[in-house]
């Protein structure tokens, strides 16, 4: 009884995903069976729960604020032209080809999606892949490829919540997961160069995509160890366009510029870098108020706050739109996070009420009896909560908790296999049936009549990697 009830809302979200039920239905669906088994095995005492009011409401308001961040500035950027102006820009330096793709894919789309998140940087990506002269399906299946740093997107959140519920530092598993993700990086990379080139000129172009991604890999670690996990992603994927600009510039094919930035592109360009410069010298300025000043742990919390995303989110959204965002624009962000947070909230406090309650603990170790054929499954099951919940965010809020106690009950090193989880949790977000949909719909016409062999190529790239993270599970195991 026991095992069937803390088992019981990850089968209920899982089913009622699978069954075509909307992802808000589906995480109230869990969050209810959790609550019954609460009632009925799993008490919390009044300590506990305080606790863990204590230590995850802070979390939970932050990723629902970083939510409404990353919308308004996307939808800001949107509504003014300053996307479009920035693709011109960007094609007009590199021209199409593989470099083009690869400069989206390892480039611009991990840029965007790790300054605002939630399949966002798809919306700058395809634009620009749509330009390139590929057909419809490939331009939605190379875009949605570009989704490949999610453990970084919205400077974090996901990743900071799996570090929480596994009792990591936040800077460790960041680094371990950039390490960890050179599988997913080098295969994105392969594969997006092998649909953009030529039957006679594949072999160059897929060697092109792994030494992208292997760039990107050492790009994302040195930031993350060097200025920490947050900007990471953002940082490293701002290093590749760089340097893939500069060698377009270099290059005869990039030849002379064809299309100047303008002030609507540059004034864009400005309020990210609002956004990452303020996170970044917010941090700076925690870290010597709280390592110089003795007895300032009461800087700490307000600390956090002004180096948080959420924060610089708005104020660059703000900025750009001088303070004064459209009515109507207004409007649709408030739509959107309306569908968005309340799901990503719920997911939160699913896997809160299983960790806090002990059901997480009791899936574990009945997991754990598998022993270690465990330990090469493990990714597909953060890949599951991937998939069906469409968030790094969310899957780590289901699974985090249990799979950080599966690896200290079979005994392997926390670290590593919860670095293999965060970034399986993180890839299947691009197979997921919403962002297929997104990208599809942003895809040149004659995408949506393919986006279930869209939906299977990427799932094709994705069970690659995912299966290569499982042998490097053991790898670690047996280490």
């Not at 669906?29 to 305080?50: E, H, K, M, W, Y």
């Not at 863990?52 to 939510?67: D, K, N, R, S, T």
């Not at 953002?234 to 600009?245: D, I, Q, S």
């Not at 597909?380 to 069906?388: D, Q, S, T």
């Amino acid at each position: 009884m026991y095992l069937l009830l803390s088992a019981l809302p990850v089968v209920v979200v899982i089913v009622a995903l699978v069954c075509g039920a909307r992802s808000l239905y589906a995480a109230l669906g869990g969050v209810l069976a959790a609550a019954c088994g609460v009632a009925l095995a799993f008490p919390l005492t009044q300590s506990q729960a305080s606790q863990a009011l204590a230590l995850w409401l802070p979390v939970l308001v932050e990723v629902v604020l970083i939510v409404g961040g990353g919308l308004l500035l996307s939808e800001v950027l949107r509504a003014s032209g300053a996307q479009q102006a920035l693709a011109q820009w960007v094609l007009g330096q590199t021209g199409s080809g593989v470099g083009a793709v690869l400069l989206v894919v390892h480039g611009v789309t991990p840029f965007a999606e790790s300054l605002t998140g939630f399949g966002i940087g798809i919306t700058i990506g395809i634009p620009l892949l749509a330009h390139c002269g590929l057909p419809a399906r490939k331009v939605a299946v190379i875009g949605l490829l570009g989704l490949c740093a999610v453990p970084w997107g919205s400077m974090g959140p996901g990743t900071l919540i799996a570090a929480t519920m596994a009792g990591l530092p936040l800077d460790a598993l960041g680094l371990a997961s950039a390490w960890v993700s050179v599988i997913p990086f080098v295969l994105t990379g392969a594969a997006a160069a092998w649909l953009a080139s030529a039957p006679g000129q594949r072999g160059r172009a897929v060697l092109q995509g792994v030494g992208s991604g292997l760039l990107l890999t050492a790009a994302v670690a040195l930031v993350n160890a060097v200025v920490g996990t947050p900007p990471a992603g953002a940082l490293g994927a701002l290093a590749m366009m760089v340097l893939f600009l500069w060698r377009a510039r270099r290059s005869k094919q990039g030849g002379q510029m064809r299309v100047a930035l303008s002030p609507l592109g540059w004034r864009a360009l400005q309020a990210y870098g609002v956004l990452l410069g303020g996170v970044l010298l917010a941090g700076v300025l925690t870290n010597v108020l709280v390592n110089v000043l003795e007895g300032a742990l009461q800087w700490t919390g307000m600390g956090h706050l002004l180096a948080s995303p959420a924060l610089w989110l708005l104020v660059a959204a703000l900025w750009f739109a001088r303070g004064r965002p459209g009515r109507e624009g207004s409007l649709r962000v408030l739509r959107a996070w309306g569908q968005v947070a309340p799901v990503t909230g719920l997911f939160i406090v699913l896997g809160v009420l299983m960790a806090a309650s002990g059901m997480a603990a009791q899936l574990a170790h009945a997991l754990a009896q598998g022993g270690s054929l465990y330990v090469f499954a493990a990714p597909f099951l953060g890949a599951l909560g991937g998939f069906v919940t469409g968030s790094n965010t969310g899957a780590n809020a289901m699974f985090a908790a249990p799979q950080a106690e599966i690896a200290q009950a079979l005994g392997v090193a926390v670290l590593p296999f919860m670095a293999v989880h965060n970034v399986s949790a993180a890839l299947l977000l691009m197979a997921s049936p919403g962002k297929v949909e997104m990208a599809c719909h942003l895809a040149p016409e004659g995408a949506l009549a393919q986006r279930r062999l869209v939906q299977t190529q990427v799932l094709l790239v994705d069970m690659a990697a995912v299966a290569l993270m499982a042998m490097l599970n053991v790898a670690f195991a047996l280490h």
